[in-house]
């Protein structure tokens, strides 16, 4: 009996089968090839050059949020410290100013005292030289005799001042009646406070 002769439908058919097996194979191959080097990349996106963010645990947040209240409470007490500083400052210049205050009232007060005093010596000094004034005139008045009784009863130095007031005549004959002692101790402070003129001038 002859063999009938295949037909190109009854030849491609194992051919079809054994493409199908190829490209199967090919598949899971490519397939396991890919894992290891999806693996490899997710290793190196975890590594220094690709770090991926995580989320902080509840113990973290405890943590960070415990340490927040901690630094607040330190600024609290550095804002406590600089209140009361600044109070501190301020209460210093209140009475520096109150004490410069009383100073300048007490300095005002004290010219105000020496401004009386001078007032009150100049007031003396004029009265005293209107009574020296007078003074002189009552004894230029007296008879030079009776005038020097009363001057050899002074000391020299209060006769001498008188004498020095006077006209030079009235001084010169109320001298001639005092003792010589007396006249010499007159005499020479007269001309001991004329020269001291002399020299100032």
Not at 26 to 32: C, G, H, K, V
Not at 103 to 111: F, K, P, S, W, Y
Not at 137 to 153: G, H, L, Q, S
């Amino acid at each position: 009996m002859a063999k009938k002769p295949l037909s190109r439908r009854t030849l491609s058919r194992p051919l079809i089968v054994v493409a199908l097996m190829l490209v199967g194979s090919a598949a899971i191959r490519i397939t396991e090839g890919i894992g290891p080097v999806m693996a490899d990349s997710k290793a190196a996106m975890a590594g220094d050059d690709y770090e991926v963010a995580s989320c902080p645990t509840e113990p973290e947040l405890d943590l960070l949020q415990k340490s927040l209240l901690s630094r607040e409470a330190e600024l609290m007490e550095q804002a406590k410290t600089v209140v009361a500083r600044e109070a501190a400052v301020r209460a210093a210049e209140e009475d520096m100013a109150k004490f410069q205050a009383e100073l300048d009232a007490g300095q005002a007060a004290l010219a105000q005292a020496e401004a009386d005093f001078a007032a009150r010596v100049k007031k003396v000094e004029k009265a005293s030289e209107t009574d020296i004034l007078q003074l002189i005139a009552v004894y230029e008045a007296m008879k030079p005799k009776d005038a020097a009784k009363v001057f050899e009863a002074m000391s020299p130095e209060f006769a001498s001042g008188f004498l020095r007031e006077m006209p030079p005549d009235t001084a010169a004959s109320i001298l001639a009646g005092l003792s010589p002692d007396f006249a010499y101790s007159v005499s020479v402070l007269m001309a001991g406070h004329s020269a001291g003129l002399n020299a100032s001038n």
